[in-house]
């Protein structure tokens, strides 16, 4: 967990002061330590593609219904910047490890994604990363379902990947 605590503010500070070759640095950092052989389980890098697609979804959406606006943005588009992906993908690599408990709890998984979410934005706002645009509290409860939802399909994602793994490593 503190490799993605430290690509939270890598991200975001990064982002926050056109440092942009920071959260790339620190993300290549986690991911060498959570893909190396002894710790890599079954599904990590299934589980950041989705993740990255999940992320390169909702927060282009939100970007366009014009609840924030990124610092560090792509240039030529409105689509969601390298950093917040990289967080996505960050996130994906806690699931197997640091959050692996959370498969079993994704009730749980549903209510803390959905309460710390839109506070982590919130926080990344403060922080200079992303501008709150709409005045409504609306972008809060948006993001917050979306979260509700997508963290414990990333955790069942994650139990399944293992699962097939195992399920396959039987047959043999």
Known sequence: MLWMQALWFG?????????????????????????????????????????????????????????????????????APLWILLLWAGLALTLNHSLAWLQSRLVLAAVLGGVSSPLSYLAASRLGAVDIITESGVWFVGLGLSWAVALPLLLWLASHFKRLKQEEQNDV
Not at 13 to 21: E, I, K, P
Request: glycine residues 8%; negative net charge; aromatic residues 16%.
């Open 11 to 79: 991200a975001v500070v990064g982002a926050a002061h056109q440092q942009l070759w920071l959260a790339p640095v620190v993300m290549m950092g986690f991911a060498f330590w959570e893909l190396r052989p002894d710790r890599r389980v079954y599904g990590d890098f299934q589980l950041m593609l989705v993740a990255v697609l999940i992320g390169l979804t909702l927060d282009t959406t939100w970007v366009r219904l014009g609840w924030l606006e990124f610092a560090a943005g792509w240039a030529f588009s409105e689509r």
